[in-house]
């Protein structure tokens, strides 16, 4: 993703060899640095949310959006911000390859204070792009047959493009074809009932439930493809080594994950401008340690790596939840408030542990290509085991907002939302296709403002 602003951050700017004297970084430095800066430990205070959204012209929605539009609504925005850069309440905004554009929200103390800052500098987003004639669509696959491509030609990208071709067209496919909601939340502490530990696997536990519920992509290039969620199925086909969960069987998660980054292939070699960022094929990180690449790795390669790992939950310092789709309208603040409430709250988080048990498997592919995921995937909630697993922890969530006050509108939300999709056995992704066999639907569903 590409930040909309002029300033280009360090992880998108091209980097000079390195100076020589460095001192060469080793394994059990890489794994010390990972496990360090990966997983921040304290007490779970700070919710942030990174909310993607499908741009489409109202005019002519089956069209790619004229660049110019794009543009001209970009450059409307009110930024400004706690730092002169981001919008009003602090969110940032960044292009994604396909031009999808994602509001990132600051970190806020709370969830309460995340979803109003969050609906905020989405009230100034929408604006913006609909005095341009623009709409934001929320859903985690473009539904619409019109031409997908490249929009930004940044060396990060084209080298994913040639890395993933090989594979088939996933890696293409979800550069410039999905969207999702991903909800960012503390680690958690080193013991007690924020463990990090509990915390890591709850929110692996979890994630087939959040695919299953909030499941809002059955189309692409306008026709069904047999899967609610669609974005879930195509990051289950890309590259194991950085969509697949870290190996289940380390008792620290912190050393699951430094194993997992050493032994990711290398997507991209950032190089001096004018020069492509591609990297030799097969190569991983664990290899570039070793001798096999062009020039030692340094520890801001090692940072960079980090970035172009995709796997379920990743950990950046708090855990980033990256299995949800994308949700119209405001859609996003439901499975927001149900991560938050499940992790947050002790009691809520025994029950959800407790519920989402008998969907582990400690055998087999690991997610997102285990049984259930895929089931999650291709069935929704209309998977008994999975609907089971989801009203409780839909009750859970519950029970535990209506411990935390000011929470009531929230509370309603997520109340509505179990009522009509969960104990239906439905998720978004019906609401769809029902429009699609019924006619009722021929561009993209309205994003309210």
């Given at each position: 993703m ?16 390195p100076?020589?004297g460095?001192?060469p970084?080793?394994?059990s430095g ?11 430990i ?6 942030g ?11 002519c929605?089956?069209?790619?959006v004229?660049?110019?539009l ?11 911000g706690p ?5 009003p309440?602090?969110?940032?905004l ?10 990132s929200?600051?970190p ?5 204070a ?10 100034a ?8 004639g ?10 619409l ?6 929009v ?16 088939g067209?996933w ?21 007690g009932?924020h463990a990090?530990?509990?915390r ?5 536990r979890?994630g ?10 059955p189309l ?5 493809t047999?899967h ?15 969509t ?14 430094a194993?997992?980054?050493?032994n ?14 591609t ?16 020039r ?8 960079y790596?980090?970035?172009?790992l995709?796997?379920p939950?990743?950990p950046r310092?708090?855990?980033e ?9 405001d ?7 149900l991560?938050?409430a499940l992790?947050?709250?002790?009691v ?11 969907l582990d498997?400690p ?18 909630v209309?998977d008994?085991?999975?609907r089971r ?5 839909f ?6 907002l209506?411990?935390l006050p ?13 009522e009509?999709?969960?104990a239906r056995g ?7 296709l029902?429009a699609?066999r ?7 569903p309205?994003?309210?403002?």
């Amino acid at each position: 993703m590409i930040p909309i602003s002029r300033t280009t951050p360090p992880d998108r700017q091209s980097a000079p060899p390195p100076p020589t004297g460095v001192t060469p970084l080793t394994e059990s430095g890489a794994r010390s640095h990972v496990s360090g800066v990966c997983f921040k430990i304290g007490p779970p205070r700070l919710v942030g949310v990174e909310v993607e959204w499908f741009v489409h012209d109202d005019r002519c929605p089956s069209r790619p959006v004229p660049p110019e539009l794009l543009h001209a609504a970009l450059d409307s925005l009110p930024l400004g911000g706690p730092d002169g850069t981001s919008l009003p309440s602090g969110s940032r905004l960044t292009l994604e390859p396909g031009g999808q554009v994602e509001l990132s929200s600051p970190p806020a103390t709370g969830l309460l204070a995340c979803v109003e800052d969050t609906r905020r500098d989405l009230t100034a987003l929408r604006a913006a792009f609909a005095a341009q004639g623009l709409r934001l669509t929320g859903t985690g696959t473009d539904p619409l047959a019109r031409p997908r491509r490249m929009v930004l030609d940044h060396p990060r990208y084209l080298a994913m493009e040639r890395f993933f071709e090989s594979a088939g067209p996933w890696g293409r496919v979800m550069m410039t074809g999905t969207a999702s909601v991903q909800v960012c939340l503390d680690a958690g502490e080193a013991a007690g009932p924020h463990a990090v530990e509990r915390r890591w696997q709850l929110v692996h536990r979890l994630g087939p439930v959040l695919v299953a519920a909030f499941a809002n992509s059955p189309l692409l290039d306008g026709k069904p493809t047999g899967h609610r969620s669609t974005r879930q199925t195509v990051w289950s086909r890309m590259d194991p080594s950085r969509t697949l969960a870290p190996e289940p069987d380390h008792g620290d998660p912190r050393e699951a994950w430094a194993q997992y980054v050493l032994n990711a292939e290398v997507l991209c070699v950032r190089r001096p401008e004018g020069q492509p960022w591609t990297a030799p094929p097969g190569l991983t990180f664990r290899d570039w340690i070793r001798g096999g690449g062009e020039r030692p790795p340094t520890l801001a390669d090692l940072t960079y790596h980090c970035t172009t790992l995709f796997p379920p939950v990743r950990p950046r310092g708090h855990l980033e939840l990256r299995m949800i789709d994308a949700q119209p309208g405001d859609g996003w603040v439901v499975p927001t408030a149900l991560v938050t409430a499940l992790l947050d709250d002790p009691v809520a988080a025994d029950t959800a542990l407790d519920a989402l048990a008998p969907l582990d498997r400690p055998t087999g592919p690991r997610p997102p290509r285990s049984d259930v995921w895929l089931r999650a995937a291709t069935l929704g909630v209309a998977d008994p085991e999975l609907r089971r697993a989801a009203l409780t922890c839909f009750a859970a969530a519950d029970a535990a907002l209506g411990r935390l006050p000011g929470a009531g509108r929230l509370r309603a939300t997520l109340a509505e939302f179990a009522e009509r999709y969960p104990a239906r056995g439905r998720c978004p992704a019906d609401d769809q296709l029902d429009a699609l066999r019924t006619g009722t639907r021929r561009t993209p569903p309205e994003e309210a403002p």
